[in-house]
């Protein structure tokens, strides 16, 4: 089946659109929560599901290592191994290999490395890496990428120019009929002229659509944000543009205002396993001694299955340390972002997008983004 990008509506340089793809249509802008090892941690499938969630994120670098992308392959791809049905990206590796690997050796062809989970010697390469994205069978892919320090423009420098040889690699080890789709990722650090010179080399290549790495990865808000005004309009208008890593909530409101589709995230997950959950007027640490006796749910905006509980029922089960507290909260915190993106994307088809942000972002902001420390 072809992948497809249509803009539907448009409000300032914000789009709301469609991505047709082999296992569904993702409407956009979308939030996709981040299953690192086919899971999406505590959360099932179906849970997904309910939560109309479009688009689920797994990692090419964990599941070569554990159980193996040729295994998944055998046993029907990912879709069939975790038993989802909707669209599936997965990413490149290249952000694990240079972050949880023992590196060992980065030439121009790719990246020699020690797994972290055994110490064996390993070697990804971009013909490597497309070759497991086949094997694991996602619909969309992305290239193989070095991810710098935002902030060293010598080691920005070089890593541009290994990107770019990697992505003509990895186009080269792409066949033209692929029913996957193939994205390209900008880099260039919070540097404007190596930002522009990444994009003009990645959207020449003409891809099926672009993405902007190397954010959220040590550098200021204000300096990603400046990024972002640097770098989207040198993205061509009829392809998706995706932000990688990034799911503050006023990081979405932030990027889809500038004009950004899709993005993912481990923090809604991540933020559940210690107690801290999304609300409207900022996030909040349910380990805090204030909701002990509080009756109310996490949020009154969201009506999900974890919506039933008190915060002080989930407060207890965060102190006891009990499993339902990672599923509930984590459940919320997805569909507290899900619901935010959709409702931008409706405000954007009804011109009302810059209302709305100004009626979020105080109200959320007003509280430290830094959650609440435990008594």
Same mark, same amino acid.
């Given at each position: 089946?072809?992948?497809?990008?249509?803009?539907?509506?448009?409000?300032?340089?914000?789009?709301?659109?469609?991505?047709?793809?082999?296992?569904?249509?993702?409407?956009?802008?979308?939030?996709?929560?981040?299953?690192?090892?086919?899971? &999406?941690? #505590?959360v099932?499938?179906?849970?997904?599901?309910? !939560?109309?969630i479009?688009?689920?994120?797994?990692?090419?670098?964990? !599941?070569?290592?554990?159980?193996?992308?040729?295994?998944?392959?055998?046993?029907?791809?990912?879709?069939?191994?975790?038993?989802?049905?909707?669209p599936?990206?997965?990413?490149?590796?290249?952000?694990?290999?240079?972050?949880?690997?023992?590196?060992n050796?980065?030439?121009?062809?790719?990246?020699?490395?020690?797994?972290?989970?055994?110490? @064996?010697?390993?070697?990804?390469?971009?013909?490597?890496?497309?070759?497991?994205?086949?094997?694991?069978?996602?619909?969309?892919?992305?290239?193989?990428?070095?991810?710098?320090?935002?902030?060293?423009?010598?080691?920005?420098? #070089?890593?541009?120019?290994?990107?770019?040889?990697?992505?003509?690699?990895c186009?080269?080890?792409?066949?033209?009929?692929?029913? =996957? #789709?193939?994205?390209?990722?900008?880099?260039?650090?919070?540097?404007?002229?190596?930002? =522009?010179?990444s994009? $003009?080399?990645?959207?020449?290549?003409?891809?099926?659509?672009?993405?902007?790495?190397?954010? #959220? &990865?040590?550098?200021?808000?204000?300096?990603?944000?400046?990024?972002?005004?640097?770098?989207?309009p040198?993205?061509?208008?009829?392809?998706?543009?995706?932000?990688?890593?990034?799911?503050?909530?006023?990081?979405?409101?932030?990027?889809?205002?500038?004009?950004?589709?899709?993005?993912?995230?481990?923090?809604?997950?991540?933020?559940?396993?210690?107690?801290?959950?999304?609300?409207?007027?900022?996030?909040?640490?349910?380990?805090? @001694?204030?909701?002990?006796?509080?009756?109310?749910?996490?949020?009154?905006?969201?009506?999900?299955?974890?919506? =039933?509980?008190?915060?002080?029922?989930?407060?207890?089960?965060?102190?006891?340390?009990? !499993?339902?507290?990672?599923?509930?909260?984590?459940?919320?915190?997805?569909?507290?972002?899900?619901?935010?993106?959709?409702?931008m994307?409706?405000?954007?088809?009804?011109?009302?997008? =810059?209302?709305?942000?100004?009626?979020?972002?105080?109200?959320?902001? $007003?509280?430290?983004?830094?959650?609440?420390?435990?008594?």
């Amino acid at each position: 089946m072809a992948f497809e990008f249509e803009v539907v509506a448009t409000d300032g340089n914000a789009r709301a659109g469609i991505l047709h793809t082999p296992h569904g249509d993702i409407p956009t802008p979308v939030f996709a929560p981040v299953g690192t090892a086919a899971t &999406v941690k #505590a959360v099932p499938p179906r849970d997904l599901e309910d !939560l109309n969630i479009k688009l689920v994120l797994s990692n090419t670098y964990h !599941l070569h290592l554990r159980p193996g992308d040729e295994l998944v392959r055998d046993l029907g791809g990912l879709h069939n191994f975790m038993a989802w049905n909707g669209p599936l990206l997965t990413d490149s590796g290249g952000f694990q290999v240079f972050s949880l690997g023992e590196i060992n050796r980065i030439d121009d062809d790719g990246v020699t490395f020690r797994s972290h989970l055994d110490g @064996s010697a390993r070697r990804l390469t971009p013909g490597r890496s497309m070759e497991i994205q086949r094997n694991l069978g996602a619909d969309i892919i992305m290239a193989f990428d070095q991810c710098p320090n935002p902030n060293h423009r010598d080691e920005v420098q #070089a890593a541009n120019e290994r990107t770019h040889r990697w992505l003509r690699l990895c186009r080269e080890n792409h066949p033209d009929d692929s029913n =996957q #789709a193939l994205f390209g990722i900008v880099q260039g650090g919070v540097f404007p002229d190596l930002r =522009q010179a990444s994009a $003009r080399f990645v959207t020449d290549m003409d891809l099926k659509g672009y993405a902007i790495g190397g954010l #959220a &990865v040590g550098e200021t808000k204000e300096e990603m944000y400046q990024t972002l005004d640097d770098t989207l309009p040198s993205l061509p208008g009829d392809r998706p543009r995706y932000l990688m890593g990034v799911g503050e909530p006023d990081d979405l409101v932030e990027g889809i205002c500038r004009g950004v589709d899709i993005f993912d995230c481990v923090i809604p997950t991540r933020l559940a396993r210690h107690g801290a959950a999304f609300t409207q007027a900022g996030r909040i640490n349910l380990r805090n @001694s204030k909701f002990k006796t509080d009756e109310s749910a996490i949020d009154a905006s969201l009506s999900n299955y974890a919506s =039933q509980f008190s915060r002080a029922y989930l407060r207890h089960l965060v102190v006891a340390k009990e !499993l339902l507290a990672y599923y509930l909260i984590s459940l919320h915190n997805i569909d507290f972002l899900a619901r935010h993106v959709e409702s931008m994307r409706r405000a954007i088809i009804a011109g009302t997008l =810059q209302e709305y942000a100004a009626q979020f972002l105080p109200r959320y902001l $007003r509280r430290n983004p830094v959650a609440e420390s435990a008594p």
